[in-house]
T-cell receptor
């Protein structure tokens, strides 16, 4: 059974700091891994998608890496800002039904 | 493109009442999903559909029914609502390519349901 774990569950950093969020998954036979952002009381915003054949994806200050062999992905946020405060979720697609398996999320607080 | 839309955005029900949540997508995606999100439990799959006229159970299907009569619509029904079904419900869709799922899964804005 595919399990997805995110560590840490919560993180508080001062503004301007570079930070890394971690995601691990137990079964490396995945199609892709997707990182989402969720603000309190809001829906999911897709940040980055890494296909199984790719090693990383970048969008602005965000960089996501994927190491299938070790079952790990990291989301790197450069020069963090208070507006980055949110919960970050990673999810993988493994099966032939396309359903996503989500981690529990990391709640990030960036202090001014 | 509107992407994935959900109706209604909010709803309060009394125990035993019924309702239907509507999900619509305009991206011609074959696959559609209903997830629920609860504090401490994360997002869990309720039901899904791999094409028009097909449905299948996910991780937490009890108490829910679904229908996919049209490719663009996926309906989630609660026949007799219970307080345990108080949650935020998200609909999502994706298309398959090269026999796999290498594209982004798109989510709707969610429906906040409270059952008293």
């Amino acid at each position: 059974k595919q399990e997805v774990t995110q560590i840490p569950a919560a993180l508080s950093v001062p503004e301007g700091e570079n930070l890394v969020l971690n995601c691990s998954f137990t079964d490396s036979a995945i199609y892709n891994l997707q990182w989402f952002r969720q603000d309190p009381g809001k829906g999911l915003t897709s940040l980055l998608l890494i296909q199984s054949s790719q090693r990383e994806q970048t969008s602005g200050r965000l960089n996501a890496s994927l190491d299938k062999s070790s079952g790990r992905s990291t989301l790197y946020i450069a020069a963090s800002q208070p507006g980055d405060s949110a919960t970050y979720l990673c999810a993988v697609i493994r099966s032939n039904t396309g359903k996503l398996i989500f981690g529990q999320g990391t709640t990030l607080q960036v202090k001014p | 493109n509107a992407g994935v839309t959900q109706t209604p955005k909010f709803r309060v029900l009394k125990t035993g009442q019924s309702m239907t949540l509507l999900c619509a997508q305009d991206m011609n995606h074959e696959y559609m999903y209903w997830y629920r999100q609860d504090p401490g439990m994360g997002l869990r799959l309720i039901h899904y559909s791999v094409g028009e006229g097909t449905t299948a159970k996910g991780e937490v299907p009890d108490g829910y029914n679904v229908s996919r009569l049209k490719k663009q619509n996926f309906l989630l029904g609660l026949e007799s609502a219970a307080p345990s079904q108080t949650s935020v419900y998200f609909c999502a869709s994706i298309t398959s390519t090269r026999g796999g799922f290498y594209n982004e899964q798109f989510f709707g804005p969610g429906t906040r349901l409270t059952v008293l």
